[in-house]
């Protein structure tokens, strides 16, 4: 089968190249499935540069999620038969970006049929982070006031659509035309440009000097840093990562002081202590999806062969929504 793999850690560009590889062989308790898409996401571009927070051993496949059809299923395995379309979390090192790939049937869950393939492969952990910050750890209410930071990226797409369908006025926060349309598309009831406009002031004017009651931030640095000035009483800070490369200080007394809460979100934790909310969390989203409520973003789609320089621009900041490799299709605007 062909993949795209990494032989040492760097830059994608420099590092990955489209190869040709043994077929992989199912054993008790997994899946082999063929892949139909794989997003591309930040775990990749870290895991690609040595920065993730573990290091799987080289060479490896890149690719932490997937949609694919089942081909064999192991022994054991009585959740999925061959011929299903599932959506799941391959471990490294041998991961998504390939013609075929190995899921651990408790890493596997039936994809959504209201969704195609690329959409169906970018639910996963992007929606289920957004769901649990959202839903467990912030407990968004009807009526509040949801920011979103990188609201037209994997993460904050997913958030824009979860806040909107759970009743909140969503504000999201991006950078450039495009990904300021992108996110009006969404839903959003107001984008704001950061390039063009403090996004603080902006906040404050649209809620009347309240503030937002939840704020969604996967940035870090200065939006964490403009969270603090525009977080509403008793609001809440997810910290759900640090894409602008820079992770916040928190001024504890400032909290204080404001009287908001700090909340973190490892969507991965969930998996080792709650993993039948990971399912729940599943059967939820599966829902809004069938609804129509939600459905990822799906910007471009790549071949194997151009997903390294999507992995770049996806590290660059030049990239909206999900931007999915198809591994047996070519690439297409």
Sequence with gaps: MKALRCHQTGEPGEVLSVEEIPDPTVADGQLLVSVLAAPLSFPDLLLCRG??????????????????????????????????RVIGNPAPPDGAFAELAILEDSA????????????????????????????????????????????AGG????????????????????????????????????????????????????????????????????AYAGSTKCVAFEGRILVVGFAGGTIPKPGLNHALIKNYSILGLHWGLYL?????????????????????AITPLVTERLSLADTADGLRRLGDGHTSGRVVCEPTAGSTP
């Excluded at 969704?115 to 959202?134: E, K, N, R, V």
């Excluded at 991006?174 to 906040?203: M, N, T």
């Design 108 to 151: 596997a869950y039936p994809a959504p049929k209201a969704l195609d393939d690329a959409q169906a492969s970018a639910l996963g952990i992007a929606y289920q982070t957004g769901w649990f910050a959202l839903h467990r750890r912030a407990r968004l209410q009807p009526g509040e006031t949801l920011l979103v930071h990188a609201a």
């Design 51 to 84: 920065q993730y927070q573990f290091a799987p051993p080289l060479p490896m496949t890149l690719g932490v999620e997937l949609c694919g059809t089942v081909l064999a299923v192991g022994a054991g395995v009585n959740r999925f038969a061959v011929g299903d």
């Design 155 to 222: 993460v904050g797409s997913a958030a824009v659509q979860l806040g909107k369908a759970a009743g909140a006025t969503v504000i999201g926060v991006v950078g450039g035309a495009d990904k300021a349309r992108h996110c009006a598309e969404l839903g959003a009831d107001l984008v704001i440009d950061r390039r063009d406009a403090d996004f603080v002031k902006a906040v404050k004017d649209f809620t009347d000097g309240r503030g937002a009651d939840v704020i969604f931030d996967p940035v870090g640095g200065d």
């Design 272 to 292: 080792r202590h709650d993993p039948g909310a990971v399912v729940e969390c599943h059967r939820h989203l599966t829902t809004l999806a069938d609804a129509g």
